[in-house]
Every structure is written in C-alpha cells, then in structure tokens.
C-alpha cells in the first residue's frame, strides 16, 4: 500500500485515504470465496425493488430481486464505483445522503458533489436507529 500511495501522489493524486478494512474486498483476492458467498445469497429472498436502489458495482439503478442477487455477489471482487453512484443519485433528483457505518468518507465526498445535499454518517447501532425511524 505505501508503494501504491507513493506511485499516486507522483502522478498528482490530489487526495488519497486509507481505508481500514478486514478483508481485502473489491478486488481480485476475494475470488476464492466469491461462489462460497454466492452459494449463501440463494438461501435469501431477493424481491425487486420498491425504491431506487443503486449499484456499487454498475452505478446504475438494479431492476429486480435477481439482479440485486448476482450485484452483491460481484461486489467481493468489483471496484466500487461511489463517485459514479453519487452522480447517478444527483441525476435521479437525490438531496439527502446517509452513511451507514463507522467513518464519513463517502459523506464528505456527496458533500464535495452535490450542491446543497444533506449528508449525515451514522457511525453506530444508536445513530442508524435514529435515521432509519426518521426516514420510514
């Protein structure tokens, strides 16, 4: 990873952070466990949705209970893609952002794309309650 930030900043990464995580996902060494993971996802029921839902993997809007199933499957290995799902959402109309869980990354970078956005981080058990009460 220092080699990588160090490669970054030479060629004018305006800002890199470190991301503290326990596993390496979105990327290839999670191929191992992808069909382990997939084989779980079909003891789930995947309706379609009854809301605009964006994929982290596609930045698109997933159409159905199936298409959600395979998504979550290739998030273990796919690149996230928050800037396009953040300028997918703008598109779609979307003000308000939530993060769920701890830190408040992807809250400040809705908050540096979209004009007048309402952001908030939850950061614990306490906190998500709370939003989703608010917005249910």
């Not at 390496?24 to 069909?35: G, I």
Request: with cysteine; charged share 20%.
């Amino acid at each position: 990873m220092a080699a990588a930030t160090e490669l970054l900043r030479a060629e004018g990464a305006g800002s890199l952070t470190a991301l503290r995580v326990g596993a390496p996902f979105h990327c290839s060494l999670m191929a191992t466990l992808e069909e382990r993971f997939a084989a779980g996802l079909h003891l789930a029921d995947f309706r379609d949705p009854t809301t605009t839902v964006i994929s982290s993997v596609t930045a698109q809007p997933v159409s159905s209970g199936k298409e959600a199933r395979e998504l979550l499957r290739r998030q273990l290995t796919a690149p996230v893609r928050w800037i396009e799902v953040i300028g997918a959402a703008a598109e779609l109309g979307c003000t308000d952002y939530l993060e769920i869980g701890p830190g408040r990354v992807l809250s400040g970078l809705a908050n540096r794309m979209v004009a007048d956005a309402t952001v908030r981080s939850t950061q614990d058990a306490r906190r998500i309650a709370a939003a989703v009460a608010e917005y249910a």
